[in-house]
């Protein structure tokens, strides 16, 4: 009878919590007003309108948690409503919801002036032409939410051409329609459904409040849902009021400026800090109770039994405790020789006149030498042990055997007896067990110690590397860098780690990026597994200079070929593209006039060739001379004769189009390639000749050369001189290059022999 008053006691005390908890359950808790509410002292004209206006007609949206929605009961609950009754409370009226109206049909009245005002929505142009907003009194940033199939989508220029969910009637339509009208807007009843899409595959991401999906994703456990990514639009969340009652706008702002911020965050903290329950039911109640009635009754019958068997509980509870003890020293990676001495002390207690110990293979115990091993332990008890009362082997998962357990007795005992009542275990079991946890020990302690050798040689290797080694997650999310990056970029590996790949690039380099990735993409949607790439592009160094690097990048997979991640190596190489630079520039430019050279004009002419051939429009080549050039060389010197040569060359680029091409050929011979010009061959050859005739004058104009001489006063020579020029006009392929060359070459010496500072077409009879 005493232990069936203690079951009834324990039964009584099980289901009284979920009494109470079934009959206060979560959404009857209400918000805490403010003790006191400061008066607001209304104008005459604004104390007319709320008597006039005793009842105020107000649309809602029934599903648009946390801000405002209708519970199951049919309230309609949220922050807009919290806000309502304290406006309610102060302007001395009644605001009158207008129910069983969905969102789109509550904007429909309001235009119609069938409303008094809206308690949720967001200001934009096309609302503001028939609705007066208040100061918004919530604002979020409008968020976007993918189901993480695909990488991160960052903001709404990446949603293009892409399938967005919104809800219907929302403000986002009319933002997204004007700005990325290349979304695809796909358009849901609510909230939760808009997500819905997402979940199911059926919209590529979802564009909308973060507070209202963020109460749905919980409270409908959308787990597969994520943000990926934030827009540039805010969702502010007003009091709109139809254009007749500006005076009602008025009232209604004037109260919100009175609301302290402890008040509102009460509020927001109400809603956006709930915990999404589900009460207890009547039925699952019931069920609970008559569960706990078996459980007690099993558990009476129990204690009857552990009543008889009270050692075999003791000895039970005391292995238990020290197989859990060892279970933790092995999850938090104790150390081995505390393990295994801690395993053989467990032995101990459950035997009397018996001590154990545990010794390693050989080849492992010169690694890890374990004090209480069979081979230390031997010459400590020497004098009082000598019997081996049983031996059992420690064998891996994989069957190799890792060392054994032996039991030693003294020589007078014969038997082993155990320290707490017989036959409840067997001895093999007890053994086995310890066995079996000594193996885990020292398995975890050679894998521990493959691993430690295997990243020390792994960081031995990449450290010592001059090329920085890198790891990234699947989004470019850096997650281990080598020690070369600091001696390249000067960044230490805790400022890099955890940052975007992008930060290390110029803009230039992450739009490279950018559309390797994009490729890389389209090949695995078509099935198309992409290896490794390389590309080269400029990084940021921390002193704020820029360096040239070529980078290899390769895709880690997991087991079902999805990317998972990338490494690589990343290899500096400034020196050689300025050498490159340098190569080219001496290769195709004059270094004289950095103007393009012969092997330059050469490829150009070719260009403008096939292009002319392509549209059906003429080129035109031009070779200019200096006519007196020789004697300022003679007289002045090589050194002003180049200053003259650098002038002509800027003249000569001022007087062309930036599509057209000036070149040097050698000594004081230039050329100008003319592309793109007419159709017709007559209107092209009067285009050249005004290009020709412009730069003749140019070039007549008078030159003040200032040459400079070391320890020496500059000397200022003012010089005069003019060009002769041959032209030639052409058109496709009919010519080969060197005959334009060579024509134009004959025209330039038929104007010096006409006189000289003239501009001549080419003729096979002088002109």
């Not at 558990?299 to 009270?310: C, D, P, V």
């Not at 003679?634 to 680029?653: K, S």
């Amino acid at each position: 009878m005493k232990f069936l008053r203690l079951y009834a006691l324990l039964l009584l005390l099980s289901i009284l919590p979920f009494s109470l908890q079934a009959d206060t359950p979560s959404d009857q808790i209400a918000l805490q007003n403010s003790e006191h509410t400061p008066k607001i002292n209304f104008s005459k004209d604004q104390q007319a309108w709320l008597a006039a206006h005793p009842i105020i007609r107000v649309g809602v949206d029934p599903d648009f948690a946390p801000y405002e929605w209708r519970d199951k009961k049919g309230n309609y609950v949220g922050i807009a409503v919290d806000y309502q009754r304290r406006l309610e409370k102060a302007m001395g009226v009644r605001f009158e919801i207008v129910r069983d109206k969905s969102w789109s049909e509550s904007q429909d009245m309001a235009k119609r002036g069938e409303l008094d005002m809206l308690s949720s929505m967001v200001k934009t142009p096309e609302r503001s032409q028939y609705m007066i907003f208040t100061e918004p009194y919530r604002e979020t940033h409008l968020v976007i939410i993918d189901d993480g199939q695909r990488g991160f989508i960052g903001d709404l220029a990446h949603l293009t051409g892409k399938r967005v969910a919104l809800e219907k009637g929302y403000f986002v339509k009319e933002l997204l329609e004007k700005d990325y009208p290349q979304i695809k807007l796909i358009f849901a009843d609510n909230t939760h459904d808009a997500l819905l899409l997402v979940a199911d595959g059926k919209a590529d991401a979802y564009v909308g409040d973060s507070g209202a999906a963020n109460y749905t994703i919980k409270k409908n456990d959308l787990s597969n849902l994520r943000f990926s990514g934030q827009t540039e639009y805010i969702s502010a969340q007003s009091f709109a009021v139809i254009k007749k009652n500006a005076e009602l706008a008025t009232i209604i702002s004037k109260v919100m400026d009175s609301i302290s911020k402890e008040e509102s965050e009460a509020i927001f903290n109400r809603w956006l800090g709930m915990r999404i329950e589900q009460g207890i039911k009547t039925k699952t109640l019931i069920q609970y109770g008559v569960g706990l009635v078996i459980l007690s009754l099993l558990f009476g019958y129990w204690i009857f039994r552990l009543q008889r068997e009270i050692g075999y509980r003791k000895a039970a509870e005391m292995r238990e405790h020290s197989r859990n003890g060892i279970l933790e020293m092995l999850a938090k990676a104790a150390p081995l020789p505390a393990i295994l001495e801690t395993i053989e002390r467990s032995v101990e207690q459950q035997y009397s006149g018996l001590q154990c110990r545990i010794s390693m293979r050989d080849d492992q115990e010169r690694h890890q030498p374990h004090t209480a091993t069979f081979g230390t332990a031997t010459t400590d008890m020497a004098p009082r042990l000598s019997d081996v009362r049983g031996t059992q082997a420690i064998q891996a998962a994989s069957g190799e055997i890792l060392g054994t357990l032996t039991l030693y007795g003294h020589t007078a005992d014969t038997t082993v007896v155990p320290s707490t009542e017989p036959n409840t275990f067997s001895d093999a079991f007890l053994i086995e067990q310890s066995t079996h946890l000594a193996g885990i020990a020292i398995e975890k302690w050679i894998s521990a110690e493959k691993l430690r050798h295997s990243e020390a040689h792994y960081r031995q290797l990449t450290e010592g590397a001059s090329d920085v080694i890198w790891k990234t997650d699947c989004e470019l999310y850096i997650t281990y860098i080598s020690l070369a990056d600091e001696r390249l970029r000067g960044y230490k590996a805790d400022e890099v780690i955890g940052r975007h790949i992008f930060e290390m690039f110029t803009e230039e380099g992450v739009a490279t990026v950018t559309e390797l990735m994009r490729q890389r993409q389209e090949n695995e949607q078509r099935g198309v597994p992409s290896g490794p790439v390389t590309f080269e592009a400029q990084q940021h160094c921390k002193d704020g200079h820029l360096i040239w690097a070529e980078v290899l990048s390769k895709p880690e997979r997991d087991e079902h070929g999805t990317i998972v991640g990338f490494h690589g190596v990343t290899r500096e190489t400034t020196e050689r593209k300025q050498m490159q630079d340098q190569v080219r520039q001496l290769a195709f430019f004059d270094p004289l006039t950095n103007l393009p050279n012969r092997r330059l004009l050469n490829d150009r002419l070719g260009q403008v060739m096939t292009a002319s051939k392509r549209s059906a429009c003429h080129g035109a080549l031009m070779i200019l001379d200096l006519d007196n050039f020789k004697q300022l060389n003679d007289t002045q010197g090589h050194l002003v004769g180049d200053l003259l040569l650098i002038e002509v060359a800027r003249r000569l680029t001022r007087c062309v189009r930036a599509m057209d091409t000036v070149a040097r050929f050698g000594g004081d011979e230039f050329v100008v390639l003319m592309s793109d010009l007419n159709a017709d061959a007559k209107a092209s050859a009067t285009q050249v000749r005004i290009v020709a005739e412009k730069i003749r004058a140019s070039l007549s104009e008078p030159y003040l050369l200032t040459a400079k001489h070391p320890e020496q006063a500059d000397t200022i020579v003012e010089h005069c001189c003019s060009a002769s020029i041959g032209m030639v006009v052409f058109i496709g392929n009919e010519s080969t290059q060197d005959d334009i060359l060579k024509w134009a070459d004959a025209a330039m010496y038929q104007a010096k022999a006409a006189g000289r500072n003239l501009a001549q077409f080419y003729s096979k009879k002088p002109e």
